[in-house]
């Protein structure tokens, strides 16, 4: 079903580490607004849409978020790689330290863990459409605060990228839903 491609969807090459950071960036991987529930949200919906149409969008669309949390945990991992403990405790991330070490785990930047609670799936293809153009434009929200937070180059690029992405999805799931209502889906 899925061919993987070993690169990223967007070259990521950060240079400096910068914790506090990568503790906001990771909301973008496990929070509510997230890449990893905008890929289950999109996989598991594609079942209930009414069309192959519809199904290959979503499946599109799910696959290309999970690139997108392969994006971020990437930035998470460039901007924490070789952090001393004091840099740890000093980011606020000791917490997350206790629990994973240095690995990477999906929260938000609070450090509330991902939930499937986080995404909606009700059968119902404009209910999980109007769903999923709403989830597009919070990240996108998300994304254009995460890039007011810094002025590291390295970090504009892939955000603004993704940024970007949430954007197109947006109009992909827009015009699916047009397409729906015109159809008397309703």
């Known amino acids: 079903m899925w061919k993987y491609e070993k690169k990223l969807q967007f070259p990521i090459d ?17 929070g ?13 919906q594609r079942y209930t849409m009414p069309d192959n149409k519809g199904k290959a969008l979503l499946t599109d669309i799910a696959t290309e978020e999970l690139g997108h949390a392969e ?17 740890i405790k000093e980011a606020g991330l000791e917490g997350m330290y206790t629990e994973h070490g240095y690995a990477i785990y999906p929260s938000d930047a609070n450090g509330v863990p991902f ?12 209910a999980d459409l109007s769903e ?44 699916l839903f047009d397409e729906y209502v015109e159809k008397g889906l309703q």
């Open 14 to 30: 950060i240079k400096r580490k910068d914790l506090k950071m990568a503790k906001n960036i990771i909301t973008q991987l496990g």
């Open 32 to 44: 509510p607004n997230g890449e990893l529930g905008a890929s289950l949200r999109y996989l598991n």
């Open 71 to 87: 994006m971020i945990s990437t930035m998470i991992y460039q901007l924490t790689k070789g952090a001393s403990l004091e840099e």
């Open 115 to 126: 939930s499937a609670m986080t995404f909606a799936v009700t059968g119902d293809p404009l």
């Open 132 to 175: 999923d153009m709403a989830a597009e434009q919070k990240a996108r929200a998300t994304y254009e605060n995460l890039i007011n937070l810094t002025n590291d180059p390295d970090l504009l690029a892939p955000l603004s990228f993704l940024r970007q992405r949430e954007v197109v999805h947006y109009q992909r799931f827009k015009e």
